[in-house]
């Protein structure tokens, strides 16, 4: 739980036994590649951080077809926030893409932590803020910034990105076609 540690230490000033007791509720466990660890249709009741690893979002339209929003990596939190929030059902999968490994942090966990951490709502706003920029970015690249601007930038936003996840995903994430992809990947060893 180490990992976990430091990025909360690094968010919000912690005691060691208020952090001891907050993770003492927190349960480890191991993915294989490509398990859906959350569902759509029910109620996501836990927030994730990735210890090793690499998680895709995703959602299904009304024609079965599979769209990639959004990447998690190492040190990162991820959930259905909103839906997690609301305790609504879920319309996102989430699905580990690498042998994964995850801190599972429980809607007891988290609620435990709002009243009892010193710095609780701020570690919960912290992780909202985050959420809320990094979604309304990815909005307004997909309107504002052409396929290669977005290609472009992918890496700045997930490092190494394209040795880790099937190029039609990434294609997905980006609002292309993997043709259209192919084409940028091209252009760019052309310019090297």
């Known amino acids: 739980m180490e990992q976990i540690r ?89 699905q580990t893409l690498e042998e994964t490994q995850v801190v599972i942090l429980p809607r007891k966990t988290i609620e435990w932590g709002y009243q009892n951490l010193t710095a609780g709502q701020k570690m919960g706003r912290l992780i909202a803020e985050y959420y809320f920029i990094y979604q309304d970015d990815r909005i307004k690249n997909l309107y504002v910034r052409t396929p290669k601007q977005r ?21 997905s994430y980006l609002g292309i076609t993997p043709i259209h992809l192919s084409r940028l990947k091209k252009a760019e060893i052309e310019k090297l």
């Open 151 to 171: 290609y472009d930038s992918i890496t700045d936003v997930f490092p190494n990105i394209h040795n880790r996840v099937p190029q039609h995903m990434i294609a």
């Open 6 to 94: 430091q990025v909360i230490k690094q968010m919000i000033n912690v005691s060691e036994n208020e952090l001891n007791d907050f993770l003492s509720q927190a349960i480890i466990k191991n993915f294989k590649r490509q398990e859906i660890i959350s569902r759509p249709d029910t109620i996501p009741n836990e927030i994730f951080f990735i210890n090793k690893g690499l998680i895709r979002v995703l959602i299904t339209d009304n024609k079965g077809i599979e769209h990639t929003i959004h990447f998690a990596l190492e040190n990162q939190f991820i959930a259905d926030y909103s839906h997690f929030i609301q305790k609504q059902p879920s319309i996102y999968s989430l």
